[in-house]
Protein backbone atom coordinates (compact mmCIF):
# COMPACT_ATOMS: atom_id res chain seq x y z
CA UNK A 1 0.00 0.00 0.00
CA UNK A 2 2.96 2.49 0.61
CA UNK A 3 4.35 2.00 -2.40
CA UNK A 4 1.00 2.67 -4.21
CA UNK A 5 0.78 5.84 -2.27
CA UNK A 6 4.02 6.60 -3.34
CA UNK A 7 3.02 5.99 -7.32
CA UNK A 8 0.11 8.47 -6.31
CA UNK A 9 1.99 11.74 -4.89
CA UNK A 10 4.76 10.99 -7.83
CA UNK A 11 1.91 11.24 -10.27
CA UNK A 12 0.31 14.62 -8.30
CA UNK A 13 4.13 16.26 -8.18
CA UNK A 14 4.30 15.89 -12.49
CA UNK A 15 1.22 17.26 -13.07
CA UNK A 16 1.76 19.91 -10.64
CA UNK A 17 5.08 20.63 -12.44
CA UNK A 18 4.05 20.40 -16.19
CA UNK A 19 0.37 20.36 -15.71
CA UNK A 20 -1.95 19.34 -18.69
CA UNK A 21 -4.35 21.52 -20.89
CA UNK A 22 -2.69 24.61 -19.21
CA UNK A 23 -3.19 28.01 -20.05
CA UNK A 24 -6.57 29.80 -22.18
CA UNK A 25 -8.41 28.15 -24.95
CA UNK A 26 -9.63 30.82 -28.41
CA UNK A 27 -12.40 28.78 -29.20
CA UNK A 28 -14.18 28.66 -25.52
CA UNK A 29 -17.44 28.81 -25.40
CA UNK A 30 -17.91 28.58 -21.47
CA UNK A 31 -15.43 29.57 -19.09
CA UNK A 32 -15.66 30.16 -14.89
CA UNK A 33 -13.13 31.58 -12.10
CA UNK A 34 -12.99 29.56 -8.68
CA UNK A 35 -11.48 30.47 -5.35
CA UNK A 36 -10.72 29.23 -2.74
CA UNK A 37 -9.81 30.94 0.20
CA UNK A 38 -8.81 28.53 2.91
CA UNK A 39 -5.59 27.93 0.79
CA UNK A 40 -5.34 30.58 -1.74
CA UNK A 41 -5.93 28.47 -5.04
CA UNK A 42 -7.60 30.49 -7.74
CA UNK A 43 -8.30 28.78 -10.92
CA UNK A 44 -10.05 29.74 -14.40
CA UNK A 45 -11.74 27.06 -16.31
CA UNK A 46 -12.08 27.61 -20.25
CA UNK A 47 -14.46 24.71 -22.45
CA UNK A 48 -15.61 24.38 -25.40
CA UNK A 49 -18.79 22.75 -25.64
CA UNK A 50 -20.11 21.18 -28.86
CA UNK A 51 -23.64 19.96 -27.88
CA UNK A 52 -23.19 18.07 -24.47
CA UNK A 53 -19.94 16.97 -25.64
CA UNK A 54 -16.92 18.62 -23.80
CA UNK A 55 -14.83 19.17 -27.26
CA UNK A 56 -11.96 20.84 -25.32
CA UNK A 57 -10.66 21.69 -21.96
CA UNK A 58 -8.10 24.27 -20.50
CA UNK A 59 -7.09 25.75 -16.91
CA UNK A 60 -4.80 28.89 -15.70
CA UNK A 61 -4.31 29.22 -12.62
CA UNK A 62 -2.30 29.02 -9.78
CA UNK A 63 -2.74 27.18 -6.66
CA UNK A 64 -1.00 23.99 -4.55
CA UNK A 65 0.47 21.14 -5.72
CA UNK A 66 -3.23 19.70 -5.12
CA UNK A 67 -5.38 21.74 -6.39
CA UNK A 68 -3.27 22.13 -10.25
CA UNK A 69 -2.43 17.95 -10.19
CA UNK A 70 -6.50 17.95 -9.63
CA UNK A 71 -7.06 20.26 -12.75
CA UNK A 72 -4.73 19.07 -14.57
CA UNK A 73 -5.92 15.58 -14.48
CA UNK A 74 -9.69 16.62 -14.53
CA UNK A 75 -8.94 17.89 -18.37
CA UNK A 76 -7.31 14.89 -19.14
CA UNK A 77 -10.08 12.51 -17.85
CA UNK A 78 -13.28 14.83 -19.26
CA UNK A 79 -12.29 15.71 -22.75
CA UNK A 80 -14.64 14.24 -25.29
CA UNK A 81 -16.86 13.45 -22.61
CA UNK A 82 -20.67 14.48 -22.41
CA UNK A 83 -22.09 16.14 -19.82
CA UNK A 84 -23.70 13.38 -18.16
CA UNK A 85 -20.51 11.49 -18.18
CA UNK A 86 -19.24 14.45 -16.83
CA UNK A 87 -21.02 14.43 -13.39
CA UNK A 88 -21.21 10.78 -13.02
CA UNK A 89 -17.01 11.32 -12.91
CA UNK A 90 -17.80 14.64 -10.29
CA UNK A 91 -20.43 12.36 -8.24
CA UNK A 92 -17.65 9.45 -8.11
CA UNK A 93 -14.62 11.38 -7.43
CA UNK A 94 -16.70 13.85 -4.44
CA UNK A 95 -17.51 10.36 -3.22
CA UNK A 96 -13.47 9.28 -3.10
CA UNK A 97 -12.55 12.11 -1.32
CA UNK A 98 -15.37 12.37 1.18
CA UNK A 99 -14.99 8.34 1.47
CA UNK A 100 -18.13 7.69 0.98
CA UNK A 101 -17.31 6.01 -2.06
CA UNK A 102 -14.40 2.97 -2.95
CA UNK A 103 -13.22 3.36 -6.28
CA UNK A 104 -14.98 1.36 -8.99
CA UNK A 105 -15.27 3.72 -12.11
CA UNK A 106 -12.97 1.49 -14.01
CA UNK A 107 -9.82 3.06 -16.08
CA UNK A 108 -10.94 6.81 -16.85
CA UNK A 109 -11.75 7.19 -13.05
CA UNK A 110 -8.40 5.29 -11.87
CA UNK A 111 -6.60 8.35 -13.14
CA UNK A 112 -8.46 10.19 -10.55
CA UNK A 113 -7.87 7.99 -7.62
CA UNK A 114 -4.27 9.17 -7.34
CA UNK A 115 -6.21 11.72 -5.53
CA UNK A 116 -7.44 9.92 -2.87
CA UNK A 117 -4.78 9.88 0.22
CA UNK A 118 -6.77 13.79 0.22
CA UNK A 119 -9.88 12.24 1.97
CA UNK A 120 -7.12 12.12 5.35
CA UNK A 121 -7.02 15.31 5.17
CA UNK A 122 -10.42 17.62 4.93
CA UNK A 123 -9.07 21.04 4.68
CA UNK A 124 -7.60 19.68 1.07
CA UNK A 125 -10.67 18.11 -0.20
CA UNK A 126 -11.96 21.20 -0.99
CA UNK A 127 -8.51 21.74 -2.94
CA UNK A 128 -8.90 18.86 -4.92
CA UNK A 129 -12.76 19.07 -5.35
CA UNK A 130 -12.31 23.39 -6.35
CA UNK A 131 -11.45 22.86 -10.48
CA UNK A 132 -14.76 20.49 -10.43
CA UNK A 133 -16.93 22.81 -8.96
CA UNK A 134 -14.90 25.73 -11.31
CA UNK A 135 -16.20 23.53 -13.93
CA UNK A 136 -20.18 23.36 -12.75
CA UNK A 137 -20.26 26.89 -12.62
CA UNK A 138 -18.48 26.99 -16.24
CA UNK A 139 -21.14 24.94 -17.73
CA UNK A 140 -23.68 26.95 -16.10
CA UNK A 141 -22.02 29.43 -17.67
CA UNK A 142 -22.15 31.81 -14.59
CA UNK A 143 -20.51 34.93 -14.66
CA UNK A 144 -19.66 35.33 -11.11
CA UNK A 145 -16.72 34.00 -9.57
CA UNK A 146 -17.23 30.58 -7.80
CA UNK A 147 -15.45 30.22 -4.35
CA UNK A 148 -15.17 26.98 -2.13
CA UNK A 149 -16.42 29.08 0.68
ZN1 LIG B 1 -4.89 24.21 -2.12
Not at 8 to 31: C, M, S, W
Not at 80 to 89: D, N, R, V, Y
Not at 108 to 129: D, I, M, N, Q, Y
Request: net charge negative.
Amino acid sequence: MSDLRDLYQEVILDHYKRPRNFGTLVTANREAEGFNPLCGDQITIYLQMEGDVVQDIRFQGSGCAISTASASLMTEVLKGKTLEEAQALFEKFHGLLTGTSEQDGGPEFGKLAVLSGVREFPVRVKCATLAWHTLQAALKNTRQPISTE
